[in-house]
Every structure is written in structure tokens, then in C-alpha cells.
């Protein structure tokens, strides 16, 4: 039992003694009034008459009395010290159970119980009632980078916001980490009032957080579910469901960008269903070894020879079947798998790299969760060693979104590799925001066109502005260019015109197995075995060119 239950526990016992006592000063007083009443008299008679004076008995009985009066009134006094101070414990031991300390907030118990009262008087009024769950994005960052106690101080500071927007009637909770929900009754024909809130919530978080000269940008995911419009065939059964609601709609809004909200949606639950599937099938697959990797070739346009290979993760997951990247690096990211993964895939690729002709390059994707680890350039470096692989020939691809991380970290991870001789490009260029600034400082080796911009080549105009934009910026910083996605004939000619690109797309070849990429290699004489046989003339080469870029490249 904890403190409080022991001082509610000993002013219980207190109090049964109390009663005792209290009965015994009433007793006296009563006696002191019977005593008095005789005593007195007999008193005031003999001091002015001279006669005989009171009872020498009954004069011991009175004072006894006093002492009993006065013994009663001091107890009296200090009972009502003691009433007070079980009144305190117990408001401390009902906060302590009902309150979140930081923040004063309820917290998930209290919130249930009192979200059951609300809504039991919500329906008698003929209001329904929205459960709004709020989430701070990038809270462990904000913790990461400046420490808990401002972590904490933004906890409170939100809740404080939060709560200032509220009407009367909502209750707020704080019901985890950095996990805040309140409840809040409305007219079932006006749900836009419910969005006017949160649009008051959204304008106040968009302050600022300043704390010890620090001015933290938070923002804020959140789902809204409500009793109303039930959606599905089992009535809303408990305030759990609609909390639960919340929550998958919040998660939803997380899913989608963040720093917005949604209400829940039916559909939104089966997705979640499914995304639990592929959490569970992403870490059973990773022990299984159901990744592999492919390799998607880089060729230079001038000479049209293959440059090398750039790896591209598949799953052929036994549950699931083939999930697409664009599905399972998110995923991993978030359960923080990446890392594992990638490592696994890296392993492969660097063995079959390892059998490659000595000047053909590997490019591997790396996730800006992975440049978050500090140990993440020495792992790489390690890696190297372990495969005997040269590290001018591998190239590190990262996206525009690595450029908004802690850029220190960025730039030392960036530099550690670099220093050993791996190359850095930048990926899906133009599809995110870096500045000239970061495209400078960072040294990079090489930017990678997305393919998002090659649809402007097949404009009848012949309008190319943007991508000769990217192709200046890029060449007034030196650095070269890999144009992907690559899909026909038409727009390779008008990059070959351009001239001094790499480039890779479908028209090359799609991604290949590690077996697929050595069979044709071995055909072409561009294995590590036949490479010293090669070395002096291009002929092999210019075969090999010939056999994975197909018929079309090497037409004048
Ligand atoms: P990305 O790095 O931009 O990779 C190029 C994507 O475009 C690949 O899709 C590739 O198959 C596809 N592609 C190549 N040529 C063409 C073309 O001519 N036309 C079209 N329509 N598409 C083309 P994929 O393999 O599905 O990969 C998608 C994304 O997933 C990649 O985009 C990359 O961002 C990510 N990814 C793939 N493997 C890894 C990995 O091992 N680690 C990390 N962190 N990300 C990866
Ligand atoms: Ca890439
Ligand atoms: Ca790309």
C-alpha cells in the first residue's frame, strides 16, 4: 500500500477513537453543568455568608470535571486539524488516481469512467459526443535533440494550449507519452463545429514552443470518431470502441503526412488490419531471408557502355506474396527494420558486386532513418573491409528529405564516407526541397533526375525547361547526372543530344536477380574473372552494351 492509503488508513482509526473521546467531553460537560450547578451555589454562599463552604467531593469531582472539559476541548481541536489533513490525503490519493502529474490532465482510467458519465448525459440532452485523439509528431525527436525536461516542458505547454480551446464541457486527457485525448459533446446536426475546433487547435499549435531560449516547431496528428453516425452493423457497445476509433483515424492521419486529422472511417480499420499483417510479415520475413535484392544498370549515354548497377530491394513475402518497395520501406522505417534489412541486402549485393568487373559501380538507396545513427558510416566502412570492396566503387543514393534531419550528423556521416572514397548522389532529384546552398556544402557526387520530370520530353512543343534547368544546376555545380526512368526510344534520343548523361529506366532492362546480372555479365566478358581479359580493349565492353541496352541505343 502506498503512503496515502496508509495516512487515509491511520485518520480512519483516528476518527473511531475520536467518537469515543467526543462522547466522553460531551459526558463531562454535562456533568460539569449537574456538578457546577450544585458546587457554585454552595461556593458563593459560603464566601458571603461565611458559612460552610461546598463539599470537599463533590469541589475534587468539579475540578476533575474541568480537566476533562479542557482535555476534551484540546482533542476537539486537534481532530479538526486531523479531519482536514484526511481531507487532503484524500484529494491527493483521488489526483494521484485520476491525474496525469506532469500535465494535470485525467489520465486513460479517469478519462473512461469520465467520457461513460458524459455521454450518458450527452444522449439524455440528444447531443453526441466526439472523441478527438491528439498526437505530437516528432516528440522523441524534440526529446532526441534538446533533452526530457524541454520534452516535458512542450508536454505541458500543449496541454495548456489544448485545453484553453476547449469548451466547458470537454474533459482532457493526457493518455500516454506524448499521446493527448479529450472528449467533447455537440450537436449531432452540426459536425462542422467539431471541425472549426480542431481548426483552432491546428492555428494554435502552429505558435511555437519557447522554452530556455529554444523555439520548438511542433505539430500535431489527430483523429476525431464519433457516437453519432455509427458506422457498422454493431452499435458503438463502450466509450473504448470510440476511443479505439480515434486512435485508428489518428493513425491514419499519421500515415498520410502528418500535421492533420481525420475522422474515422470504416474502411481505415481494415487498413490498419492490414497494416498489422505486414508488421508481423516484415519482421518473419526479415528471420526468413524473404528479401533480395535486384539490380537495375546505369549507362552512360555517350559511349553507351553499362556503368554499373543500382540495387533495388523485392519481398516475396510467404504470407503476403510480392510487396511492393514503396509498401515495405516505409513500414520498415517505422517498426525500425530498416537498418536490419538493409544491412541483409548490402551483404548480398556487395558479394555479388564482388564478382562484377572491377570498374562497374554499386548504388544502394539508403533511408534517412538510417543516416540518423551515428554508427551508420562506420557499419558501411565495415562492410567494405569485410567484402574486400573497393569504396570508389559504391555510391550511397540519398533523398532530399536526409537534408532536413540534424544536418551535423548529415554532413559527418556524409564526409566520414566520403573520405574513404564512396560517392554520394542524390536521388529523385527535384521531387523534394534542397537548397543550393545544401547541394554545395554537402559535396555530392552526382544527382539523379527523377523520372517524374521526363514526361515534359514527350510535350509536342518540345518543351524541356525544367529538365534543362536540373541539367545547368547540375552541371554549374559539377556534379553528374543519372536521368531515371528511361522507358523509349524518343526520349533517350533526345538525352543522347543532350549529351554527358548517365542514364537507367526500363528501356535498358528491368531490375534483374543477382543471377540474371551475372549471366548476362559472363556472356558479355564483365565478370571480376574474365575482367583481366578485357582490360586492354573495349570490344567485350561495347558487346556487352549491345546485349543489355537491346537494339534501340546503339542505332546512330
Ligand atoms: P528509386 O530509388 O527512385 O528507384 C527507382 C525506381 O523506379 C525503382 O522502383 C525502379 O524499379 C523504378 N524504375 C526504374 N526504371 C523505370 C522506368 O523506366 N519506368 C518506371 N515506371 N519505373 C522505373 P522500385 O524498385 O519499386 O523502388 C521504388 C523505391 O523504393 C526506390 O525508388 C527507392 O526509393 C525505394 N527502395 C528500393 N529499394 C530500396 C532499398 O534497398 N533501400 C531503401 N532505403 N529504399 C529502397
Ligand atoms: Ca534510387
Ligand atoms: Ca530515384
Sequence with gaps: MNDDGLTVEKATANADRDVIVLGIAIAAILLFAALGGRVLPQAIDALVTGGEGPDYLLVNALLLNVALVIFGWRRYRELRAEIDERRRAEEQARKLAEEDPLTGCLNRRSMEATSTTLRQAARANGRALAFCMIDLDNFKRINDLHGHAIGDAVLVDLAR???????????????????????????????????????????????PFVHADLSIDASISIGVASDHDDHGPDPLTGIGTLMQRADIAMYHAKKHGRNRYFWFEPQMATELRDRNALEIGIRAGLAAGEFSPRFEQQVDLDSGRVTGFEMLARWHSETLGDVAPEVFVPLAEDVGVIGELSENLLHEAFVEAGRWHPDLTLAVNISPVQLRDPWFAQGILKMLVEHNFPPHRLEIEITESCLHEDMAMVRATLDSLRNQGVQISIDDFGTGYSSLDQLRSLHFDRIKIDRSFLSELSDPSGNSQILDAIISLGRGLDLQIIVEGVEDEETLGILKEIGGLKAQGYLFGEPETATEVSERLGRSGLLARSATLVQDGDEPRERAFAANAGQSVTRP
Design 161 to 207: 494550449r489544448i485545453g484553453a480551446k476547449l469548451p466547458h464541457s470537454a474533459r482532457l486527457a493526457r493518455l500516454g507519452g506524448d499521446e493527448f485525448g479529450f472528449i467533447v459533446d455537440f450537436d449531432p446536426d452540426q459536425t462542422n463545429h467539431i471541425d472549426g475546433l480542431i481548426a483552432c487547435l491546428y492555428a494554435e499549435i502552429s505558435r
